[in-house]
């Protein structure tokens, strides 16, 4: 019976501790930035514990799961950007093809024009003169 009564006290004691430290070591932290060094060391401490447990098959399904399917999510965002650069370098040549082909055209019309100034030229010098074409039949 006194063994009973004295492991009870010595509850008691412990229980009283520990409120004690608590209602004076109280925290309120808001978000994970604001912790103090002490919950720092319990989450280090319960990260390390949770390595020691081994990982059921369940578990370790879901994490081949995950696995797989990130790589396989990776695979098609690669593939997706290859797509995405082999557009733009054909849009980007297709401009380049346009605006070559309008200055050929412009060119084009150019030389036109010149060779109607340079004809206008020409008849403006041999105003004058007769050509006559004399075509043997």
Same mark, same amino acid.
């Given at each position: 019976?006194?063994?009973?009564e004295?492991?009870?006290?010595?509850?008691?004691?412990i229980?009283?501790?520990?409120?004690?430290?608590?209602?004076?070591?109280?925290?309120?932290?808001?978000?994970?930035? %604001?912790?103090?060094?002490?919950?720092?060391?319990?989450?280090?401490?319960?990260?390390?514990?949770?390595?020691?447990?081994? $990982?059921?098959?369940?578990?370790?399904?879901?994490?081949?799961?995950?696995?797989?399917?990130?790589?396989?999510?990776? %695979?098609?965002?690669?593939?997706?950007?290859k797509?995405?650069?082999?557009?733009?370098?054909?849009?980007?040549?297709?401009?380049?093809?346009?605006?070559?082909?309008?200055?050929?055209?412009?060119?084009?019309?150019?030389?036109?024009?010149?060779?109607?100034?340079?004809?206008?030229?020409?008849?403006?010098?041999?105003? %004058?003169?007769? %050509?006559?074409?004399?075509? $043997?039949?």
């Amino acid at each position: 019976m006194k063994i009973i009564e004295l492991l009870f006290a010595i509850i008691l004691t412990i229980i009283f501790i520990i409120v004690l430290s608590l209602r004076f070591e109280r925290e309120n932290f808001t978000n994970l930035d %604001n912790l103090n060094q002490n919950n720092k060391k319990l989450v280090k401490f319960c990260k390390r514990l949770n390595q020691f447990d081994k $990982p059921s098959e369940h578990t370790l399904m879901l994490k081949n799961f995950r696995k797989r399917k990130l790589e396989k999510n990776n %695979n098609i965002i690669k593939e997706l950007t290859k797509e995405i650069d082999e557009l733009q370098k054909d849009k980007h040549f297709s401009s380049i093809g346009k605006v070559n082909a309008y200055k050929c055209k412009l060119e084009s019309k150019a030389k036109k024009q010149i060779e109607a100034i340079n004809q206008a030229k020409r008849n403006v010098e041999n105003r %004058n003169t007769i %050509n006559l074409n004399i075509n $043997p039949v």
